[in-house]
């Protein structure tokens, strides 16, 4: 089971960060999420998580985790090798 959402607060005891899954979908028998987002209540900026592709017992090369490739590793060959349209991106948009 996985939760629907998760509150953060700062030492003080006040909300900070609200996680929500809004997407959750099952791949292989695994429940998966698609869509999570991340909103910053004090500054009014939502983070958003989309998954369009997923593949579980995929093997994949050592080298995409050495620590000095992490900053190519979206970019790295095996990604179209397996068939993945596009690499990852990320996007910051403001709530109203």
Same mark, same amino acid.
């Given at each position: 089971?996985l939760?629907l ?6 030492? +003080?005891?006040a909300?900070?960060?609200?996680? $929500?899954f809004e997407? *959750?979908t099952? *791949?292989?028998g695994?429940? $998966?999420?698609?869509?999570v =987002?991340?909103?910053?209540? =004090? @500054?009014g900026? $939502?983070?958003? /998580? =989309?998954?369009s592709?997923? =593949?579980?017992?995929?093997? /994949? ?7 000095t490739q /992490? @900053?190519? +590793? @979206?970019? %790295?060959?095996?990604?179209r090798?397996l068939g993945f349209?596009s %690499?990852a $991106? %990320?996007q910051?948009? +403001?709530?109203p």
């Amino acid at each position: 089971m996985l939760p629907l959402k998760r509150e953060y607060y700062d030492p +003080a005891g006040a909300l900070w960060k609200v996680e $929500t899954f809004e997407k *959750i979908t099952v *791949i292989d028998g695994i429940p $998966t999420l698609l869509l999570v =987002r991340m909103a910053d209540v =004090r @500054a009014g900026f $939502t983070s958003e /998580l =989309r998954v369009s592709e997923v =593949r579980y017992n995929t093997d /994949l090369p050592d080298s995409l985790f050495d620590p000095t490739q /992490l @900053a190519g +590793a @979206a970019d %790295a060959d095996v990604w179209r090798n397996l068939g993945f349209r596009s %690499a990852a $991106t %990320a996007q910051s948009v +403001a709530t109203p």
